[in-house]
Nanobody, 129 residues
Framework: QLQAYGGGLVQAGGSLRLSCAASERTFWMYAMAWFRQAPGKEREFVSSIIWREGIKYSADSVKGRFTISRVGAENTVYLQMNSLKPEDTAVYYC????????????????????????WGQGTLVTVSS
């Protein structure tokens, strides 16, 4: 129900924009997030947004370079990635949390992939040096 796309090969310093669309218009979301998994490494949280309020969160490693945004009418979340580095190379996954929760609880758990109910198929981002 989530389709992620926009990955590709880019040189260091370049930009890419990832998109993730929920296929069902009645798909209710509390939050959507981006995670990534580099070869040989564990999946890690990148960024997320609380859908209704538009409150955003980002990992320290991408702050100032990546920006998450959403278009509610399209049920789509974007990840604008600028100043890309070779260490950003990974498969990027979008995820949706559809369980109502409190903001405080979400802030404590947003990095935990298990709180998300739906996942996209992943899109590969490769940054060459």
């Amino acid at each position: 129900q989530l389709q992620a796309y926009g990955g590709g090969l880019v040189q260091a310093g370049g930009s890419l924009r990832l998109s993730c669309a929920a296929s069902e218009r009645t798909f209710w979301m509390y939050a959507m997030a981006w995670f990534r998994q580099a070869p040989g490494k564990e999946r890690e949280f990148v960024s997320s947004i609380i859908w209704r309020e538009g409150i955003k969160y980002s990992a320290d490693s991408v702050k100032g370079r990546f920006t998450i945004s959403r278009v509610g009418a399209e049920n789509t979340v974007y990840l604008q990635m600028n100043s890309l580095k070779p260490e950003d190379t990974a498969v990027y996954y979008c995820a949706a949390q559809t369980t109502r929760t409190s903001r405080s609880y979400y802030e404590k758990t947003k990095d935990d992939g298990s709180v998300y109910d739906y996942w996209g198929q992943g899109t590969l981002v490769t940054v060459s040096s």
